[in-house]
């Protein structure tokens, strides 16, 4: 680390001890950081959670409006909503963050393993929990950096009730959703869906064209008590989305007004079945699981390619309990689909490709004393393309008093390349490169957990990373194309994050900051890694008002100074460019006028701040929105 910009860093921690709300006294359960139900204050991990409380009270539209300024996230979006959206965790890659959507992992094939944020919007989302630092030993390959988990209104347990919501706002923006949850004897079932529509914002420094989007999303979920052991359940959900973008102007290098589009659909489904036998302590648990992402892309009405990405899943864990201990043993199947396809005007885009991963794994976790709780978890990767591989993580917990909590941990994940740095993308203007090997990532992390009183809590973590045959750009002089190569040097993030939670009867104040400091490569060939802040927070602000049934909901995010990479028109090697420190405001005013009816206002870019998070796309511009919701 930079001894000024840490020094600095340690200076703003303890002044102002920034951070974010992490858990509350009702959410006391980890679906993430642990496969065996693991409280939170005995976890080994830093996590942070979002209950659907929280989530209401932001009246938020994007779930990147809820994840800007959660400790260690940092955010590149392409311009106005519905324009990639990229999240990237402790510095690490935007595919080496694992996504659960009501426990199916959801990472687009397609598009290089990463998510595409700007898709998943807050509605009929009940909690979100962020594990951070490496979990491939419980989740697989691609859990580097963590693992983010969405559960939506279908995926949780809650007593029957239904609601309806709607809101209206600036360039043409509208939103509407509705939710149901009913049981009858032993079968309940939930059903949900959501819509939203703007015209969007110019993205681009010149010209006056917006970019819209819309996005229709609907799921269910149902859960069968069959018997005293047998339980089965069974979930899916549908995305449907259309965004407009922009071109690159080859005069400029920078984007221009485009008549592009991509038309994308989502479908996410489980099958699951649990028996329990409770005297002996057991539980077997079999889950199979389905994604897919399909995208096709029209520039200027004409055909531009798209992809098909499909990821299909057996998993069966058994569970042992005793006085001393939890086990958890299980074996896991895994194939990954990918398809390109396009016209022909640079060479043949049209490939398909797969690979087979099967697995196993095993974590145990409770052995100690009162006051030490240890986990540990391995997993071994068997893919029929690349050699095999292990993962581990080992992490104590301990409590030095009632008031404070120390953990520390160790791990080692892996990340398999995708299929586009295997064999390349269309336009022709990269080759892939089959001889890749995975990435490996190995983690140290200590933390400290304070309870100064029911309305007074702080956290803080340090940790130390070390990436391994990093899959970075390269220049392929036979072909005049770019392409990619596993790096001969580790790469290294580093970096703390302290947070602060204060409660009191009528008001919340939470807050976080994050200090990164990413780096590849040594010595002379030391570079920073792009789109990587030293420096985020945030400072979130609840207040119940003297006016019954009004409350106020206050939300600064701040990103620091991080580099980005413009090229030229008249040159091939990029130019590094600094990209200006921001803050966004957002505000939410609700007013409960009965226990059914709910009323209120979101302003978000409150302060109208102008904003690039990549080079050359204008961030999104200041809106309204005007909501409101039903309840019986």
């Not at 959660?70 to 392409?78: A, I, K, R, W, Y």
């Not at 302590?281 to 699981?289: F, I, R, V």
């Not at 520390?408 to 001889?435: C, H, M, R």
């Not at 701040?558 to 405001?585: A, C, H, M, N």
Request: aromatic share 10%.
């Amino acid at each position: 680390m930079k001894i000024r910009s840490l020094s600095c860093a340690v200076a703003l921690a303890c002044a102002a001890n920034i951070a974010c709300a992490q858990q509350s006294s009702v959410e006391t359960i980890t679906v993430t950081g642990s496969r065996l139900p693991v409280s939170l204050d005995k976890l080994a991990a830093s996590v942070s959670v979002l209950t659907e409380e929280d989530i209401q009270a932001a009246g938020a539209t994007q779930l990147t409006d809820l994840l800007r300024g959660m400790p260690g996230v940092s955010l590149s979006q392409s311009g106005s909503p519905g324009s990639l959206t990229e999240l990237r965790l402790r510095g690490s890659e935007t595919n080496h963050l694992l996504v659960l959507i009501d426990g199916v992992i959801v990472n687009d094939l397609s598009q290089g393993g990463l998510v595409d944020f700007a898709h998943l919007t807050a509605d009929n989302i009940a909690r979100v929990e962020l594990l951070r630092g490496a979990q491939s030993a419980l989740w697989g390959s691609g859990a580097v950096s963590g693992v983010l988990s969405i559960t939506t209104k279908a995926g949780s347990e809650s007593n029957d009730n239904t609601s309806l919501s709607a809101g209206i706002g600036n360039a043409s923006t509208y939103r509407a959703s509705v939710s149901t949850q009913q049981s009858l004897d032993n079968l309940s079932v939930s059903l949900y869906a959501n819509h939203f529509n703007t015209d969007g914002d110019n993205v681009s420094r010149s010209g006056g064209e917006d970019d819209g989007y819309r996005n229709t999303t609907a799921g269910f979920g149902l859960n069968w008590q069959a018997t005293a052991s047998n339980t089965f359940m069974a979930g899916a959900r549908m995305v449907d989305y259309r965004n407009d973008y922009d071109a690159s102007d080859f005069t400029t290098g920078l984007p221009a007004d485009a008549d592009n589009v991509t038309d994308g659909d989502q479908l996410t489904s489980y099958l699951q079945w649990n028996l329990a036998i409770a005297e002996l302590g057991y539980t077997s648990e079999l889950k199979a699981q389905y994604h897919k992402d399909d995208n096709d892309n029209l520039t200027s009405g004409f055909d531009a390619g798209g992809t098909t990405g499909e990821r299909k899943q057996l998993n069966w864990t058994q569970f042992i309990t005793t006085d001393v201990a939890q086990f958890a043993i299980g074996t896991e199947l895994l194939r990954r689909e990918f398809e390109q396809r396009g016209p022909s005007d640079w060479g043949d885009p049209n490939y398909r490709g797969d690979d087979s991963t099967s697995s196993i794994f095993a974590e145990l976790t409770g052995l100690g004393t009162d006051e030490l709780t240890t986990q540990f978890s391995v997993r071994y990767d068997d893919n029929d393309r690349f050699e095999k591989a292990w993962s581990y993580r080992a992490g104590a917990h301990y409590a030095l008093s009632r008031q404070v909590n120390v953990f520390a941990s160790i791990s080692q994940a892996v990340k398999t390349p995708n299929f586009t740095e295997l064999y390349g993308y269309y336009p022709a203007q990269f080759i892939g490169n089959p001889d890749l090997k995975p990435e490996q990532s190995r983690e140290f992390e200590v933390g400290l957990q304070s309870q100064f009183s029911r309305q007074l809590s702080a956290d803080f973590s340090v940790f130390t990373t070390r990436l391994e045959n990093e899959i970075t750009s390269v220049w392929d002089s036979a072909s005049g194309l770019s392409s990619v190569a596993n790096a001969s040097q580790d790469s290294r993030r580093d970096g703390f994050e302290a947070s602060l939670q204060w409660v009191a009867d009528t008001w919340q104040f939470t807050a976080h900051y994050s200090y990164l400091d990413a780096t590849s490569g040594d010595g002379a060939d030391q570079a920073v890694e792009l789109r990587r802040p030293n420096h985020t927070g945030s400072v979130t602000y609840r207040h119940s008002l003297a006016v019954q049934g009004l409350s106020v909901y206050i939300k600064a995010d701040y990103t620091g100074v991080r580099q980005d990479i413009f090229y030229p028109p008249t040159s091939f090697s990029g130019e590094v460019v600094s990209l200006d420190p921001y803050w966004l405001t957002s505000i939410n005013v609700n007013y409960d006028w009965n226990q059914q009816w709910q009323f209120g206002v979101r302003v978000d870019n409150a302060l109208s701040e102008d904003y690039e998070d990549i080079i050359g796309y204008r961030g999104a511009q200041r809106r309204f929105l005007v909501h409101t919701s039903y309840r019986f």
